[in-house]
C-alpha cells in the first residue's frame, strides 16, 4: 500500500533515452547505461492504456490511505486481512452456485454497481434460445 492520495494513476515511467544516457561526446555510454536498447526508446503504446489498467488499484489505494488518515492503521489492515481471508476460503456451496465472490464484492466496494458479468453471467455457455425448437418440442 503506496501512502498516495492520487485519484488518477500516475503515468507509465519512462525508460533512460540516449539523450540521459549520453557521455561527453554526444554517444550512448554502454559501459554505465548497458546496451542501447531501440525497443525501449520507441514508445508504440499511449499511456491511456497503462492509466486503465492501473485505475482500480490506484482508486483502491485511495480509499486505503484516506481510512488511514481518518481512523489510523487497523482500518486498512483489518480490511486487507478480511480481504485476504475470503479470497483464500474456500466456499462450501461452490458446486451449487454461479462462480462468484460476493464477500469480497462487498469489501471492495463493488456490492452497489451493476456490471455485464453481473448480468450475463454464464448465458455464453448456457442453452441456445432457439424459440422455433422449442415450439417443435410441445407440438405446436
Do not use: C
Not at 483464500?88 to 456490492?111: E, T
Amino acid at each position: 500500500m503506496d501512502p498516495s492520495l492520487r485519484i488518477v494513476p500516475a503515468n507509465a515511467t519512462k525508460s533512460a533515452s540516449i539523450k540521459d544516457t549520453a557521455n561527453s561526446l554526444g554517444l550512448h555510454d554502454s559501459l554505465r547505461y548497458g546496451p542501447r536498447s531501440l525497443a525501449a526508446e520507441v514508445q508504440t503504446e499511449g499511456g491511456l492504456k497503462g492509466r486503465l489498467e492501473n485505475w482500480e488499484a490506484t482508486q483502491d489505494n485511495a480509499k486505503l490511505t484516506l481510512q488511514r488518515n481518518i481512523y489510523g492503521m487497523h482500518a486498512p489492515m483489518r480490511l486487507l486481512m478480511e480481504r485476504k481471508i475470503v479470497t483464500q476460503g474456500k466456499n462450501p456451496f461452490a458446486d451449487a452456485m454461479a462462480p462468484s465472490n460476493l464477500h469480497l464484492d462487498i469489501l471492495m466496494g463493488r456490492d452497489e454497481s451493476i456490471e455485464p458479468a453481473d448480468i450475463f453471467l454464464g448465458m455464453e455457455s448456457g442453452p441456445p434460445l432457439d424459440i422455433q425448437e422449442e415450439l417443435r418440442k410441445k407440438g405446436m
